[in-house]
C-alpha cells in the first residue's frame, strides 16, 4: 500500500514527504460571507505550515507521525509479505471449499443422468427470468393485492431481493419469527 | 459398464435443449453398481432432501492478525492522509465539534501516543457544551446475541457469522436433512420443494437455489433390496421459523457444519460435509 514512500532511493534521506512547488497564503481578510470563505477554504487549502490546524495539503508534524506508525523498512516490508501470504492463504482454503462443493454437485449430477434423465435434462433447461407460462399468466390475471404482490415479486431464476450482502451488526428486532405466507403453499 | 440405453442418446442428442454448464458437468462416469448383476439390477428410489441454509447476518469477524494489519495501515493513513475540512463539516463553536475534537484527539492518542503539539481545540467552554450536547446514540444489537449467550439451537439469531442449517430428527431418534420420496411424474427439484413443508410446517419463507442438486448420499445397505438414492438441494431460509410436525419430524435445529458432524450419524456426515460451507 505505502511502498514507494520507503522505496531505496530515498532510504539514505532523511525522512521527508515530499515539498509542492506552489504555495499560495491564506487570505487574512473576510471580504465575503462566512460561508463563501469556508468553500474557497476547503477547495483551495492554504499550505504554508505556520498554523496548529491541519488545514493545508499535509499535516504539520507528518515526519514524526510517519516515524512513529512504520517501524523500519524491513519491518514494513514482512509485515507486507505477511498479509500477502495470509491473502493467499484464505484464498487456497475458500478455493478448496469450492472445489469440493462443485466436486460433490458433479458427481450428483453424473449420477442423476443415470437415475432419472427426465430430471436431468429439466435441471439443465436454461431459465429464462422473463418468461412466463400459460399458467402463470392465467394466475396472475386471477389475483389481486397483496396476493399478487407476492407471487410477482418472487421471479423465477433470480435471487429473491432478501438475499442481500450482511451488515455489521444485526437488525435490532432480530430474525422475523412471525412471518406468515399470503399464498399459502399445498401440503399434501 | 451397462450399456447405455437409446433413450438416453435420443435426449442428449439435441444439442439446443441441454445448456452449455451441461458440458462440464456431462463426465461419463460409470454408474457405481453393487454386488447384484447387470440384468438383476432394481431401479433405485429416488429423495430429494434439502439443506436448509440461513445465510449469515452479519460480517466475518476479523482474525487477530487482520485487525493489527488495518490497524497499523490506520496509522500510516492517518499520518499521510489529506487533511480533513472541519470546518466545513463542523460550525466553528458547537457542541459537535468539541465533541468531533475530544474523539479526534483520544484517536490520535490512541494511533502516535501523546504529542506534545495538540492541534484540536478544547476550550473548557467547548468541553462543557459537549458534555451537555452528549446524546444516547441509539442502542444497535449486539453481534453477539442474546440466543448466543443461551445457547439456543433453534433460534435463528444464533451464531450471525455463519451459516446455519437445518437437521430435523425423525421419529427413530436419527438427526438428517428433511426429506421426501420422488412421486411419478414429478421433477426431483418439484421434490425438494416439497421435502420441507410436511415436515417442518408453511411458516417460512424459502427460495429453492436453482433445479441441479448439490450433492448426493448414497447408503451403503441398500433398504429393503432397493437401492436408495438421496438428492441434496440447496435452499434459503428468509423469513419465519421451522414447526415440526410431531411425527415424521420431532425436533429441529439450526447448527452449523462442525456441530451438525456431532447429530447426524458418521456414514451420513461422510456423505454431507463437503456440500456445507466452512465459514
Redesign the interface.
Known amino acids: 500500500?505505502?511502498f514507494s514512500?520507503l522505496s531505496r532511493r530515498c532510504e539514505h534521506l532523511p525522512l521527508r514527504?515530499s515539498a509542492t512547488s506552489v504555495r499560495y497564503s491564506g487570505r487574512k481578510e473576510v471580504l465575503s460571507d462566512p460561508q463563501k470563505e469556508?468553500?474557497r477554504?476547503?477547495l483551495y487549502?492554504a499550505n504554508i505550515r505556520n498554523r496548529?490546524?491541519?488545514?493545508?495539503?499535509?499535516?504539520?508534524?507528518?515526519s514524526?507521525?510517519?516515524q512513529?506508525?512504520?517501524p523500519s523498512v524491513q519491518a514494513h516490508e514482512t509485515?507486507e509479505r505477511?498479509?500477502l501470504l495470509?491473502k493467499r492463504h484464505t484464498r487456497w482454503?475458500r478455493n478448496a471449499?469450492l472445489e469440493?462443493?462443485f466436486?460433490?454437485?458433479?458427481?450428483?449430477?453424473?449420477?442423476?443422468?443415470?437415475?432419472?434423465?427426465?430430471?436431468f435434462?429439466?435441471?439443465?433447461?436454461?431459465?429464462d427470468p422473463r418468461a412466463r407460462s400459460v399458467v402463470e399468466v392465467e394466475l396472475t390475471k386471477s389475483l389481486r393485492g397483496p396476493e399478487r404482490r407476492a407471487v410477482e415479486a418472487?421471479i423465477r431464476g433470480l435471487?429473491?431481493r432478501?438475499?442481500r450482502p450482511?451488515?455489521?451488526?444485526?437488525?435490532?428486532g432480530?430474525?422475523?419469527?412471525?412471518?406468515?405466507?399470503i399464498v399459502?403453499?399445498t401440503?399434501? | 459398464m451397462l450399456p447405455r440405453r437409446p433413450a438416453l442418446q435420443a435426449v442428449r442428442s439435441l444439442a439446443t435443449e441441454v445448456g452449455a454448464a451441461n458440458n462440464t458437468l456431462h463426465a461419463p462416469t460409470p454408474p457405481l453398481s453393487t454386488t447384484k448383476s447387470a440384468v438383476t439390477r432394481s431401479k433405485p428410489l429416488l429423495e430429494a432432501a434439502v439443506i436448509v441454509n440461513r445465510s449469515p447476518t452479519i460480517t466475518r469477524s476479523p482474525s487477530r492478525f487482520e485487525k493489527t494489519f488495518f490497524q497499523y495501515q490506520s496509522r500510516i493513513a492517518r499520518a499521510l492522509h489529506n487533511p480533513f475540512p472541519y470546518e466545513f463539516y463542523f460550525k466553528q463553536g458547537s457542541p459537535l465539534e468539541a465533541q468531533f475534537n475530544i474523539e479526534e484527539r483520544s484517536r490520535e492518542r490512541q494511533a502516535f501516543g501523546r504529542l506534545t503539539r495538540t492541534m484540536w481545540d478544547t476550550t473548557e467552554a467547548n468541553l462543557e457544551a459537549a458534555k451537555l450536547a452528549k446524546e444516547e446514540v441509539g442502542k444497535r444489537a449486539t453481534r453477539f446475541t442474546e440466543a448466543d449467550k443461551r445457547k439456543d439451537l433453534r433460534s435463528l439469531d444464533r451464531r450471525g457469522e455463519r451459516n446455519l442449517y437445518l437437521v430435523t430428527k425423525s421419529e427413530d431418534s436419527s438427526w438428517s436433512f428433511p426429506r421426501a420420496a420422488i412421486r411419478k411424474g414429478e421433477f426431483l427439484h418439484q421434490t425438494a420443494e416439497r421435502a420441507l413443508y410436511p415436515h417442518c410446517g408453511v411458516n417460512v419463507d424459502t427460495w429453492l437455489v436453482g433445479r441441479k442438486p448439490i450433492g448426493l448420499y448414497k447408503p451403503a445397505e441398500p433398504t429393503e433390496g432397493h437401492e436408495r438414492l438421496v438428492f441434496f438441494y440447496k435452499m434459503h431460509i428468509l423469513a419465519g421459523q421451522v414447526e415440526p410436525n410431531g411425527s415424521s419430524a420431532v425436533d429441529f435445529a439450526w447448527l452449523t457444519k462442525e456441530e451438525i458432524k456431532g447429530y447426524v450419524e458418521r456414514e451420513y456426515w461422510r456423505g454431507v460435509k463437503d456440500m456445507l460451507s466452512d465459514s
Not at chain 1, 108 to 119: G, N, T
Not at chain 1, 121 to 127: I, S
Not at chain 1, 166 to 172: G, I, M, R, Y
Open positions: 500500500m505505502f514512500l514527504v469556508i468553500l477554504r476547503v487549502p496548529p490546524s491541519p488545514v493545508g495539503s499535509w499535516r504539520p508534524d507528518v514524526r507521525v510517519l512513529r506508525a512504520i509485515i505477511a498479509w495470509h482454503k471449499e469440493r462443493k466436486e460433490c454437485m458433479r458427481n450428483a449430477m453424473a449420477e442423476l443422468e443415470v437415475a432419472d434423465p427426465r430430471s435434462t429439466e435441471a439443465n433447461r436454461p431459465e418472487r435471487f429473491p432478501e438475499i450482511p451488515p455489521d451488526t444485526p437488525p435490532t432480530g430474525w422475523n419469527y412471525d412471518w406468515k405466507p399459502p403453499p401440503v399434501s
